[in-house]
């Protein structure tokens, strides 16, 4: 493996969402739209407010889920069952993405602030099924969110991984803070960096990073 920084990694972390697939296609859209309704509908306000209070609560407590359960005490099922309700077909398969991922040496998982089977269908929907050692939801962390600490830890203890053996791939900042504080590689996975003391490695083309390191 080329790439120094990388020869140690024997277990490579994966978000879903606007990770493994790109923000153009649009599919957390969808899931915005149903949060705002969900809201409207649970707390009995208007979709400006509660439009308000998705955003707020993603700001505060790393999802709107998290809000919603810190202060209303809302039911996390019915939730996630819910907002990812929606429509994949947006989602094109990737086989250089896919073939990148495969050649990549060791355990490969996938750790989203999302569901598992809502994880699953997306990962259906790009090719990538089968190529995953893992996939861990909110729910695998017992609803605590990324970028919480308590959230990498617990899914970690899990999984077995070792960060000092392993590498963090997001294409929100904010939730590579642990995983580089833990000793991990991190990667940031989006149109335009963000520079951080807490990022190693920016990418806008995921496949093509990927490739470069099993070369």
């Not at 957390?28 to 509908?41: L, S």
């Not at 099922?77 to 077909?89: A, C, E, K, N």
Request: aromatic letters at 10%; charged letters at 20%.
């Amino acid at each position: 493996m080329p790439n120094p920084d990388f020869s140690q990694v024997t277990t490579w972390v994966f978000d879903l969402d606007n990770t493994l697939y790109p923000p153009h296609m649009r599919l957390f859209d969808q899931i915005e739209v149903k949060m705002t309704d969900w809201v409207m509908r649970a707390l009995q306000v208007d979709r400006a407010r509660a439009d308000h209070l998705r955003a707020h609560y993603w700001q505060t407590y790393g999802t709107t889920l998290a809000g919603l359960m810190s202060e209303h005490d809302v039911d996390p099922g019915p939730y996630l069952t819910d907002v990812h309700d929606i429509d994949f077909s947006v989602l094109a398969p990737d086989p250089d993405l896919a073939g990148a991922l495969a050649a990549l040496p060791g355990r490969k998982i996938v750790f989203t602030n999302a569901c598992a089977p809502y994880a699953e269908k997306v990962l259906s929907a790009r090719g990538f099924a089968g190529l995953f050692d893992a996939v861990y939801g909110v729910e695998h962390a017992a609803f605590h969110p990324k970028p919480h600490a308590r959230a990498f830890e617990t899914v970690f203890a899990l999984d077995g991984v070792s960060p000092a053996r392993a590498a963090m791939f997001e294409d929100d900042p904010r939730n590579l803070a642990v995983p580089h504080d833990l000793g991990m590689r991190t990667v940031h996975v989006a149109p335009i960096p963000a520079p951080a003391p807490h990022i190693h490695h920016h990418t806008d083309d995921l496949a093509g990073f990927l490739q470069r390191l099993t070369r």
